[in-house]
């Protein structure tokens, strides 16, 4: 009987050993296999895709949270800075999910926002998103003490971060005339200098570009250097062209 006992177990034993061996072999081959290639063109041309999109209202730029509504109000809109995003995933994985915004509001105090996230591409640290405090006696289950204006339509978020982008210099009155109303041109990038100054993380740069056969033309404007990246690498920057033919380069908005 211990005889047959013994079998038996040096058998289990040796299955055993033959199942770690199995799965130790298979974890050396998956970490020795080459990690799947990161495409910048991919990465880059999705990028001007979300630029040229914007502004749009905050549930697109997002892809989360609830739609705009007709009876939206800038009153008490004021606009953040995203220092993290807690949680959240892109678009490609499934759509969103619940995320946490650290903000960092005007009067230079921070707080947290939760809300859904399905692009990480566009919801990024030092994004601008703007935010309203939560109406008197109001309280959130998770202690908000602000929400994000998602109930503003497109031309009142335009308006809203434009007027930010103007309060921090990075747009001039003529350039937030220019962009209230107008639509961004896909034009031809002949070369990129920065100028050397840098404003809340944008840097100003000039572009000159081609654009129909009409010669060149050299526009000026701040940019984050992301954004900088973006278009050197597509050879593509985005400007809004006025009927008097002023120009101003497209921002990223958020």
């Not at 800038?74 to 995320?99: K, P, W």
């Not at 060149?216 to 992301?226: N, S």
């Amino acid at each position: 009987m211990s005889t047959t006992w013994a079998v038996v177990l040096s058998v289990v034993l040796g299955l055993s050993a033959l199942l770690v061996w199995g799965l130790a072999f298979a974890g050396r081959r998956e970490s020795k296999s080459p990690p799947a290639p990161h495409d910048p063109a991919h990465y880059f041309h999705r990028r001007m895709d979300s630029w040229e999109r914007a502004p749009g209202t905050l549930a697109a730029w997002q892809e989360g949270g609830p739609a705009a509504t007709d009876g939206s109000t800038i009153e008490g809109v004021e606009v953040a800075r995203i220092l993290a995003l807690l949680g959240g995933t892109g678009s490609d994985d499934g759509g969103s999910v619940g995320a946490r915004l650290e903000l960092a509001l005007p009067d230079g105090s921070a707080t947290t926002v939760h809300t859904e996230v399905g692009n990480v591409r566009n919801v990024r640290p030092g994004m601008f998103v703007p935010v309203r405090p939560l109406r008197e006696g109001v309280s959130h289950v998770l202690g908000d003490t602000v929400e994000l204006a998602s109930d503003l339509r497109e031309p009142s978020v335009r308006r809203v971060l434009l007027a930010h982008r103007r309060r921090l210099g990075l747009l001039d009155e003529e350039s937030c005339d220019v962009l209230m109303n107008g639509r961004p041109e896909t034009v031809d990038v002949a070369a990129v200098r920065p100028t050397g100054r840098v404003r809340s993380e944008h840097v100003e740069v000039e572009v000159t570009h081609t654009s129909g056969g009409s010669g060149t033309a050299t526009v000026r404007g701040f940019l984050r250097p992301e954004e900088i990246a973006t278009m050197r690498h597509t050879g593509q920057a985005l400007i809004v062209r006025s009927p008097e033919g002023r120009q101003a380069l497209w921002p990223a908005w958020y």
